[in-house]
């Protein structure tokens, strides 16, 4: 199905079970400890080898010798592989710097060697006896540092002028000037990198935790130098990725290669030190914002310029994005710059670009605000724009930002905070409220499914589409009942498994408007054929509880398939009206909090985010994508930070008792509104994504509430007791 015109009324819009909050099918399963994740398919997979990766101590160089034969030696030991012997290997296409390294070193703990054995154990003891001999390069691994000798990067977002910034800057009578910094930050998802892999012949199987199936296929293949219709890659649950799972990385790689030396099924899971510098990271940023803006509040210039790190063939962090679109202003101009620095690779975490972008720019419109002494919800709104500030011709399918502050100000009780800093006292608590705006752009990738309908009236969904904890399998069934008219329990859903047709994957909030749009796709397909199997006419034929009616003739489902399973595959195409349209979705963020007079110490108290993001397909578990990325926010804003060894290269605290994340229990209230929203222009689902809009905008508004709440502002991420306390109130 090629999707080229804007939607209009289709079998979704019934919304029986469409819209509707249903509890997660994968639900039961993972309370049970039943579903099986990449390191724990006993059953297909048995009697397997362990391998452990050894990682770079240094962070550039070379390797000059590796002496494996007291590890050799070691109790168990299979095998080792390293970059001597495991033969000629490509770089696949989403990767930065080789999974494995020799003789160059590119990064700190870029894997050196794969011991195996037969115990996990045993494979971890022999690791600490190999011994590697480097010759150490001097590396680059302060942001700061390099900014002067930043390059234009090679891909990514262009550089952008709109009018005369400049003139219009320096002309406009109420002017801001500030420079933000944000963190090198990690994925810390639950589930570590694991795979295990196993051979037949010369095909390749690898239970892997990825989120983008056909892309770590296509990346194994490569990489391998084997055909991709060789490589099998199944991945039905995965214990959160938040994009650090979107790309193949070394334990899968390493796990195929000890697997075909070894002639045995070779388990790697990553330990969680070797997942934060071998694997990918959200780079630093440093981003200076020019706001000018008349002394009624209309903003005549804005600019943001980017500063990131990466490998040389990285990628930037593309925090300008969202100031291209999101606020009015004639004059702009954007920038963005790429440090070439040694550090681990750099590449995409939840919502990439705009979430750090975010938590400059809402910081940057709350101190105009003040500058301006007008409240920070009416600048945002005054600033409102319909059309791409860039290219005015070109409307927004749908915008209701205003609609978010709005609701989010009435809800909150915005009108009871006080616009003075540092006035607000609960005991010992300085008590503060803060917003932001929340934005990210709609995606949509092309995605395929395979329907097949059996003799007892099951509709059974293939795709391998991946679930990271967000819903994906229910959403799909949901889906398919909607439009083939039947039960949700009617439907069982595959997911995963490089074997089916490829689907849009898991990552850039495309995933879930995109994988039911081709499930829809390919359903519309089997109402078809279903109808001509049935003798009737496809274009009147009604889908209702398991019945096709038709031209006065009522007929079960199954009676389709009663000589054998109807099955059908189809994908959606996207064609180009988003060129036409600008797509994107909206947030305001609202956030309450107290700080300890005395310690500095930050509480987040209640938190609001109100949404527009299309059709919500399941309300249930978009909310839970939603807070979840809130409770992220306040991660990102107070205490997310990967420490670089300026010296050595590395990041100092890779572990979860370092790098510390945030819980619930650190957030007493959260609560999460939708604005009833339609979007013919993204999909037959009428739908956008939301798990990323959830994060953008929730650091800064939890940045603005403590500068209400102590008047001490902050523009160095995160926000710890150290960078408030010498500026907090006198203590009385």
């Not at 689902?685 to 502002?713: D, F, P």
């Amino acid at each position: 199905m090629k999707f080229t015109t804007p939607a209009t009324t289709n079998p979704i819009d019934q919304l029986k079970v469409i819209g509707k909050a249903h509890d997660r099918i994968d639900g039961p399963l993972k309370v049970m400890g039943a579903a099986p994740y990449a390191y724990e398919h006993h059953a297909e997979a048995p009697h397997p080898a362990y391998g452990y990766v050894v990682g770079s101590s240094i962070a550039k160089g070379r390797i000059v010798s590796i002496h494996l034969n007291e590890a050799r030696r070691s109790p168990g030991v299979i095998h080792i592989v390293t970059a001597d012997n495991a033969g000629k290997l490509d770089k696949g296409n989403f990767n930065t710097a080789p999974l494995l390294a020799g003789p160059e070193v590119q990064h700190y703990h870029q894997a050196v060697a794969l011991v195996i054995a037969e115990t996990f154990e045993q494979a971890r003891a022999a690791a600490q006896l190999v011994r590697v001999n480097y010759a150490e390069a001097k590396g680059s691994f302060d942001l700061a540092a390099e900014k002067n000798n930043a390059i234009k990067p090679k891909t990514g977002e262009p550089d952008t002028k709109v009018g005369d910034f400049a003139g219009a800057y320096d002309m406009a009578p109420v002017k801001l000037d500030a420079t933000y910094t944000t963190p090198d930050q990690s994925h810390a998802m639950m589930e570590p990198h694991a795979s295990t892999a196993s051979w037949n012949g010369d095909k390749l199987t690898i239970w892997t935790s990825n989120q983008m199936i056909d892309w770590g296929r296509g990346d194994m293949a490569k990489t391998l130098r084997i055909p991709k219709e060789n490589v099998r890659l199944i991945s039905p649950y995965i214990g959160g990725g938040f994009g650090g799972k979107l790309f193949l990385r070394a334990e899968a790689m390493l796990a195929a290669i000890g697997a075909r030396q070894t002639k045995r099924t070779v388990k790697v899971a990553l330990t969680r030190p070797m997942i934060f510098n071998n694997t990918t990271h959200r780079p630093a940023t440093i981003q200076r914002i020019r706001i000018g803006a008349t002394r009624d509040g209309k903003i005549t210039a804005i600019g943001h310029e980017s500063w990131s790190g990466n490998l040389p063939e990285g990628s930037t962090e593309d925090a300008v994005l969202q100031t291209r679109l999101l606020y009015a202003g004639p004059n702009r101009m954007t920038t963005t710059r790429l440090a070439l620095l040694d550090l681990p690779e750099g590449n995409a975490m939840r919502a990439p670009g705009e979430a750090p972008g975010m938590m400059a720019l809402e910081i940057a419109m709350d101190e105009m605000a003040e500058k301006l002494n007008m409240d920070p919800v009416r600048f945002r709104i005054i600033n409102e724009t319909k059309v791409d500030p860039e290219k005015p011709d070109r409307a927004y399918s749908q915008r209701r930002l205003i609609d978010c502050l709005r609701k989010g100000a009435e809800q909150f009780n915005w009108n009871a905070r006080n616009p003075q800093p540092g006035q607000n006292r609960d005991g010992r608590w300085l008590v503060g409220m803060g917003v932001a705006a929340g934005f990210r752009n709609n995606l949509v990738m092309t995605s395929a499914a395979r329907v097949r309908l059996n003799s007892t009236g099951i509709i059974t969904v293939e795709t391998d589409m991946t679930d990271i904890g967000t819903g994906s399998y229910t959403i799909i069934a949901q889906t398919a009942a909607e439009t083939m008219g039947v039960p949700i329990e009617s439907v069982i859903v595959k997911l995963g498994d490089s074997s089916f047709p490829a689907s849009a994957g898991s990552g850039g909030q495309w995933g879930a408007n995109s994988s039911t749009a081709g499930v829809y796709a390919t359903c519309m397909k089997l109402r078809q054929a279903i109808a001509q199997k049935l003798g009737l006419d496809s274009a009147k034929a009604e889908f209702t509880n398991g019945m096709v009616r038709a031209d006065g003739r009522s007929l079960p489902l199954q009676l389709a398939a009663s000589s054998g399973d109807l099955v059908v595959e189809d994908k959606i195409e996207f064609g180009n009206l988003d060129k036409k349209y600008q797509q994107s979705t909206f947030a305001a963020h609202f956030v309450e909090v107290g700080v300890d007079i005395a310690t500095g110490e930050v509480r987040v108290r209640r938190m609001l985010a109100v949404c527009a993001a299309g059709r919500i397909l399941n309300p249930k578990a978009a909310r839970s994508q939603v807070i979840g990325a809130m409770t992220m926010g306040v991660g990102g804003a107070l205490m997310e930070e990967l420490v670089v060894d300026k010296r050595a290269g590395f990041f100092v605290n890779h572990d979860l008792a370092g790098y510390e994340v945030p819980v619930h229990a650190d957030i007493p209230h959260q609560e999460c509104i939708f604005i009833d929203e339609t979007d013919p222009i993204s999909s037959p689902m009428k739908a956008k994504g939301v798990g990323e809009l959830g994060l953008c905008g929730v650091s800064a508004a939890v940045a603005n509430a403590i500068y209400n709440a102590t008047g001490v502002r902050v523009r160095e991420y995160p926000i710890t007791l150290d960078k408030l306390l010498a500026k907090m109130p006198a203590y009385a």
